[in-house]
């Protein structure tokens, strides 16, 4: 099997010099809220490194908006694992439009759920940073999160391994970076007009980006989540949908992500000049370029994803689940 180092990334690494502190931060805010309860989360949340993820797709972010970004993202990952448990696709989208509700509406209290305090600091922390505009973008990219985070509960409780036109799709959305990207200007200090924001070339190309982070990380987990069950893997939908075997599926996932780079190049040399816009649209790509290789080294750092050229279990077995659903 290929290398994880041997995926097409011709962008250099960059982080910010305060990743060690935002992370740091990060892991004790989510604590004092109890969204991490025990000492073994806490492992968990200090292991996965996501203040340092942020800050490899944020290296030039003022300090306060990288600490709220790598925030969101501890809460997330949180999250997670917290919808997960949850009984049926109903109660996972039940308790997510309640989050919803807590960040959008100006709802006095106080939560005994953790991850709605976290909700409700988060809104009054990015509604502090910046105009109105940019908190309803990043509600609005959190909605679209939520409703990819209930289809994949739905495509579970079915046991329905999607067919890979809509897998694509919903990857897209639930690699929650459109979230992340949302956060940009006020992050990098920067402004986009909401029809620059919009523009179709703009809006292609963080499709791209956030594909590109999709199916490297399904490649980096493909073994552990196929052996566990999971369904909603690039590899495993190759395979369901095709008939190809691990070896075959996983040979044709690098092939579609080195095309996605190489797609994300050619857009980026077609973007129109955009006049006095051009340098705030310059600095926005630079955010997606960052991001997709802050997501190869981050996960390279942390050692969360076991290295393609380890010895692997074998998997023999066809994957489990019903025919693919365009």
Not at 290 to 306: E, F, K, P, S, V
Request: charged share 25%; proline share 5%; hydrophobic share 40%.
């Amino acid at each position: 099997m290929p290398r994880m180092d041997s995926l097409y990334c011709p962008f250099d690494p960059k982080v910010h010099p305060d990743a060690s502190s935002v992370h740091e931060g990060s892991v004790r805010w989510a604590r004092s809220l109890r969204i991490l309860s025990t000492e073994q989360q806490v492992r968990t949340a200090y292991k996965t490194k996501a203040g340092w993820l942020v800050a490899r797709v944020f290296p030039a972010a003022e300090l306060q908006g990288l600490q709220l970004a790598a925030d969101w993202a501890v809460l997330c990952c949180s999250l997670d694992d917290r919808i997960r448990r949850l009984g049926t696709a109903d109660e996972v989208a039940s308790y997510l439009q309640h989050l919803l509700n807590l960040l959008r509406a100006d709802i006095a209290g106080s939560f005994e759920d953790p991850f709605a305090a976290g909700m409700r600091d988060l809104r009054e922390r990015l509604l502090d940073l910046g105009p109105p505009n940019h908190f309803t973008h990043f509600v609005h990219r959190m909605e679209e999160l939520f409703v990819g985070n209930v289809t994949e509960a739905r495509n579970r409780e079915r046991a329905q391994i999607p067919s890979f036109a809509s897998y694509r799709r919903l990857r897209e959305t639930t690699t929650g970076l459109h979230v992340m990207f949302s956060l940009a200007e006020l992050l990098e200090g920067f402004s986009l007009s909401d029809r620059l924001r919009d523009h179709p070339s703009l809006r292609g190309l963080a499709t791209r980006a956030s594909t590109i982070v999709g199916w490297a990380n399904d490649l980096f987990i493909h073994e552990k989540e196929i052996l566990r069950g999971e369904i909603h893997n690039l590899v495993l939908v190759l395979m369901n949908e095709h008939g190809l075997t691990v070896t075959e599926a996983v040979a044709k996932a690098v092939a579609l992500h080195d095309g996605e780079v190489r797609n994300f190049l050619q857009e980026v040399e077609q973007l129109p000049p955009f006049g006095k816009a051009a340098a705030d649209v310059h600095r926005y790509v630079e955010v997606l370029r960052c991001c997709i290789r802050g997501h190869l080294d981050w996960a390279n750092d942390t050692g969360r994803y076991r290295p393609f050229d380890e010895p692997a279990r074998p998997l023999s077995v066809r994957p489990a689940g019903n025919p693919a659903m365009a």
